[in-house]
């Protein structure tokens, strides 16, 4: 699984006790392109680069994520 650093800034709820819009918006630092190739492939992605992801890998992302593909359009009326 890919792991992200984040900086969370710590802001003062509003008067509802609810966050800002701004408090909710997040930096992420990214650094896979800062990894060597195996650390990122073995430790992170837990995937082969020569033949991808195994079958049980393939399905437990599907159930735990759902299927790679868009929700259906809205229609305008």
């Known amino acids: 699984?890919?792991?992200?650093?984040k900086k969370v800034s710590k802001k003062k709820k509003n008067k509802?006790?609810?966050h800002d819009l701004d408090d909710l918006k997040q930096e992420l630092e990214l650094d896979e392109?800062?990894?060597p190739f195996e650390e990122l492939y073995q430790e992170?992605?837990?995937a082969n680069p020569d033949t991808g992801l195994t079958a049980a890998e393939a399905q437990r992302r599907i159930?735990?994520?759902g299927p790679n593909a868009f929700d259906p359009a809205k229609e305008n009326t």
Not at 1 to 5: C, E, F, G, I, P
Request: hydrophobic share 25%; aromatic share 0%; charged share 40%.
């Open 44 to 46: 992170r992605l837990q």
């Open 1 to 5: 699984m890919v792991t992200s650093k």
């Open 16 to 18: 509802g006790g609810e």
């Open 33 to 35: 392109h800062k990894v």
């Open 63 to 65: 159930e735990r994520d």
